[in-house]
């Protein structure tokens, strides 16, 4: 049996069982929704949400919380990479950054974003690390991330706190550092554009946040602590 009969066969599977609604699963698990889990009824196999929250967990990490708005995160953004230029000699410093540089370095060819189909989230996730490479993007900002991000669940009074939360908030703002493949062909008004951009959900954003977090681990609530310290220190 070949490898694409297989896939074939699994894919058919799924679907069956993804039509076969049990009544065990009748309700969401979000506090307040009254809808039932998708393995309740005809549309999937997930046992804990509903549609719209399942959406909802595959883009902001949480079932409940959206991601942080721009406006919002940008302050501590600026703060922790004020920070890390301001301490770029720290011994812990410099292996986060170069951790990330490594990132990039082992990540792979770089692959056009209108491409990307059949590839899976891991390997989605390296061709993600090879853009911010070809775009040249600094990798103190992709630890600035991290860094605004522990900051802001630090500073909000009613924060989701477990991992996978924050590592889709980082990967979210990484993401955006260099997405999307952009060509131009012609001169003048009869030129013709093409803008591709991947989509920023799922467990691609659960790879880029792990690998972020990995590469920071050693130090980021220390760090960032700091790095708070000093924004409030500028602010004054």
Known sequence: MTSLTRRRERKAEVTARAGEPSSMFSRCRVIG?????????????????????????ARHGSPYKCSY?????APYRKAALAWLVANHEDQW????????????????????????????????????????????VDPRRVVAAWLAVEMIVRDDPQPETKVEFKRVQAAKLVHKMASGT????????????????????????????????????????TMSYLASIHARQRAE
């Not at 929704?33 to 804990?48: F, Y």
């Not at 770089?110 to 491409?115: D, I, L, M, P, Y």
């Open 182 to 221: 952009h060509k131009r062909w012609g001169v003048g008004s009869s030129a013709t554009e093409m803008h591709v951009y991947p989509r920023s959900r799922g467990r691609v954003l659960r790879h880029i946040g792990q690998a972020m977090q990995e590469a920071q681990s050693f130090w980021s609530h």
């Open 33 to 57: 929704c009254s809808k039932p889990a998708r393995a309740g009824t005809e549309d999937g196999l997930d046992t804990r949400f509903c549609r719209s929250h399942a959406d909802h967990y």
């Open 93 to 136: 410093v410099r292996n986060a950054v170069d951790r990330v540089a490594t990132l990039y370095r082992v990540a792979g060819p770089h692959v056009e974003a209108f491409r990307l189909r059949g590839m899976s989230p891991e390997e989605r996730a390296n061709v993600a690390w090879a853009r911010l490479r070809k775009a040249a």
């Open 69 to 73: 708005a721009a406006k919002e995160i």
